[in-house]
Nanobody
């Protein structure tokens, strides 16, 4: 069973950057797709970026061109580099498998973008 711990969130101004990390307790080498999700206040959780074991990536339209997902299987870690941040990116960010595994949700990391 994989346990996931997100980190790297914080307060940033509009246009700024942050890099999130997701450390897995177990090996992610065999997990085909990993993803970053986010949940804004009062909204449903949404999938914003995915990456396969082979490194293929996919992004939600709302973050395409601004966010980059990557993974380091040797370090059992998935990253999300976020740039050109907007106030609407404010949310709690989570990583999980894709499709998500209910028991793998971590505590998330809060990203707040000030205008």
């Amino acid at each position: 069973q994989v346990q996931l711990v997100e980190s790297g969130g914080g307060l940033v101004q509009t246009g700024g950057s942050l890099k999130l990390s997701c450390a897995a307790s177990g090996s992610i080498f065999s997990i085909n797709r990993m993803g970053w999700y986010r949940q804004a206040p009062g909204k449903q959780r949404e999938l914003v970026a995915t990456i396969t074991s082979g490194g293929s990536t996919n992004y939600a339209d709302s973050v395409k061109g601004r966010f980059t997902i990557s993974r380091d299987n040797g370090k059992n870690t998935v990253y999300l580099q976020m740039g050109s941040l907007k106030p609407e990116d404010t949310a709690v960010y989570y990583c999980n498998l894709v499709p998500y595994y209910t028991n793998a949700w971590g505590q998330g990391t809060l990203v707040t973008v000030s205008s």
